[in-house]
């Protein structure tokens, strides 16, 4: 199946930094990816979605400012977790859309990122 | 109301023997998709197994069948003949096309321990 990579596939930074979070679909297109969060034991959080060439969709509750989405080419999404705090530490999961010819789009998702904010 | 419900924090299984685990879904979309996804704990999401609203029949994928129940609003997993590596979380995860089926509601999880 079409593989998603994510960088770095886990990162701790010191409370107040900004982190950068790629996530790339490697052999396919992706018009569309998607950002979840998911905290220790818990399910996966939608945070945004990011569609290449426009501005990204948050969910309800998600700071747009916290969290820069940026989707300038259709093999790679990036997520800035901006000014972290240690509340911020969670793992972040990115996944990309293929819009196959069955019946559904298939969503394939990256190994995910585990932030830690000292 | 939640879209996925998963009641079924977590569950133990002999080897070899089958387990179902549980989802339940709402909506009121005639037309959406219900997946499994295997979360082990390295953190990757793994595909198990799709069912479409229209679909007749049960889909099944090796060892995994989906237990469809349209009426119930029911897609429970059948993993049958249980293998240590099937030790893992489990997520039940709904797409409906009111939201061009981009969209996934995700379940709270099962986590599932399969004894030697």
């Known amino acids: 199946g079409a593989v998603v990579s994510q960088h770095p596939s886990w990162v701790i930074c010191k409370s107040g930094t900004s982190v950068k979070i790629e996530c790339r679909s490697l052999?396919?297109?992706?018009?569309?990816m998607f950002w979840y969060r998911q905290f220790p034991k818990q399910s996966l959080m939608l945070m945004a979605t990011?569609?290449?060439?426009?501005?990204?969709?948050?969910e309800q509750g998600v700071e747009k400012d916290k969290f820069l989405i940026n989707h300038a080419s259709l093999t790679l999404s990036t997520l800035t977790v901006t000014s972290a705090h240690p509340e911020d530490s969670s793992f972040y999961i990115c996944?990309?859309?293929?819009?196959?010819?069955?019946?559904?789009?298939?969503?394939?998702f990256g190994p995910g990122t585990r932030l830690t904010v000292l | 109301a939640q879209k996925i419900t998963q009641t079924q924090p977590g569950m133990f299984v002999q080897e070899k023997e089958a387990v179902t685990l549980d989802c339940t879904y709402d909506?009121?979309?005639?037309?959406?998709?219900l997946f499994w996804y295997k979360q082990p704990s390295s953190g990757e999401m793994i595909f198990l197994i799709y069912?479409?609203?229209?679909?007749?029949q049960n889909a099944t994928e090796g060892r995994y069948s989906l237990n469809f129940q349209k009426a119930r609003k029911s897609a429970n997993l059948v993993i049958s003949a249980s293998q240590l590596g099937d030790s893992a979380m489990y997520f039940c995860?709904?797409?409906?096309?009111?939201?061009?089926?981009?969209?996934?509601?995700f379940g709270s999880g099962t986590k599932l321990n399969v004894k030697p």
């Open positions: 052999d396919f297109q992706a018009t569309t």
């Open positions: 909506t009121s979309d005639p037309s959406y998709g």
């Open positions: 995860a709904m797409r409906e096309r009111a939201r061009n089926f981009n969209k996934f509601y």
């Open positions: 996944s990309a859309l293929i819009r196959t010819s069955g019946s559904y789009n298939e969503q394939f």
């Open positions: 990011s569609n290449e060439g426009s501005k990204a969709t948050y």
């Open positions: 069912q479409g609203s229209y679909d007749q």
